[in-house]
C-alpha cells in the first residue's frame, strides 16, 4: 500500500513569501504529525493531530507557523513570512492511533529560503 | 524537558559482526522508545519499539534492551550488512502525549 507522501518535494522560495507544505498520511491513519529536520540532526516535533483535531502544537517555533486537517486526511502546514532560518527539511508521519505508537514518516520537503 | 542522546556520532563495524549502538535519555517517566534507521535522502524508517514495562525485545536481527535503572537504550543488530549503513535514531515517547523527541542520531558505517 501507499505510505506517507508529501509534496512538494522541494520548494525554493523568497523570504517573505507563504509557503504551504502537504501531507497525505497513509490511509485510515488516525494520528498525523509533523516534525522539522536539520541535516544530521533527528526530527523535531511541531505539532500533532487526531483525526482533524489538532492536539499538540507546543512545538510550533512561532505564529507564522500553523497547521490544518480539515477533514482528519491529509494536512497541511503553513508558514507565512517565511525567513531564511526556516530553511529545514519538513517532514510529516502517521500512526494509526488508539494506542499505536509507531509513526510512519513521509519522504520530506526540502525547504529552502533565499 | 524531555532529552534524547546518544553516546556516539558514529560507529564503523565490519561486515558480519554485531553492532551496538546506545544511547540516553533524560526522563524517567517516559513509556515508550522507539529506534528508527535513516538512509541518505530518506525519512526515517522504524526499526523496532520497546515499552517501559519491558527491558528486552527482539525483532528481525535486531534486538533493543532498555535498562530503566540508568536511563539507558541500545540498538543490537547481529550479523550486520552493508545494507545496515544508515543512521540510527533513537526517540522517546513525550510523556503524556504521542510525539516523539528523537536523539542527534548515530551514524553506522558497515565496512564490507
Known amino acids: 500500500g501507499a505510505g506517507v507522501s508529501q509534496s512538494p518535494r522541494y520548494k525554493v522560495t523568497k523570504r517573505g513569501q507563504d509557503v504551504a507544505l502537504r501531507c497525505d498520511p497513509i490511509?485510515?491513519?488516525?494520528?498525523l504529525y509533523w516534525y522539522r529536520q536539520a541535516l544530521g540532526q533527528g526530527p523535531e516535533f511541531l505539532t500533532y493531530?487526531?483525526?482533524?483535531?489538532?492536539?499538540?502544537k507546543s512545538g510550533l517555533p512561532n505564529d507564522r507557523f500553523s497547521a490544518e486537517r480539515p477533514e482528519g486526511s491529509i494536512s497541511t502546514l503553513t508558514i507565512q513570512r517565511t525567513e531564511q532560518r526556516d530553511s529545514a527539511m519538513y517532514r510529516c508521519?502517521?500512526?494509526?492511533?488508539?494506542?499505536?505508537?509507531?509513526?510512519?514518516f513521509g519522504p520530506g520537503t526540502r525547504l529552502t529560503v533565499t | 524537558g524531555e532529552s534524547v542522546g546518544l553516546h556516539l556520532p558514529t560507529l564503523s563495524v565490519q561486515e558480519g559482526d554485531n553492532s551496538i549502538i546506545n544511547c540516553a535519555y533524560s526522563?524517567?517517566?517516559?513509556?515508550?522508545f522507539i529506534w528508527y534507521k535513516q538512509e541518505s535522502g530518506k525519512g526515517p524508517q522504524f526499526i523496532i519499539d520497546i515499552r517501559s514495562n519491558m527491558d528486552k525485545r527482539q525483532g528481525q536481527r535486531v534486538t533493543v534492551l532498555l535498562n530503566k535503572t540508568v536511563k539507558h537504550l541500545s540498538l543490537q543488530i547481529a550479523a550486520t550488512q552493508p545494507g545496515d549503513s544508515a543512521v540510527y535514531f533513537c526517540a522517546e515517547r513525550g510523556t503524556g502525549a504521542n510525539n516523539l523527541f528523537f536523539g542527534t542520531g548515530t551514524r553506522l558505517t558497515v565496512i564490507p
Open positions: 490511509s485510515g491513519h488516525v494520528s
Open positions: 508521519a502517521s500512526s494509526l492511533g488508539g494506542g499505536v505508537y509507531e509513526q510512519y
Open positions: 493531530f487526531n483525526y482533524e483535531a489538532q492536539q499538540d
Open positions: 526522563n524517567s517517566a517516559s513509556d515508550y
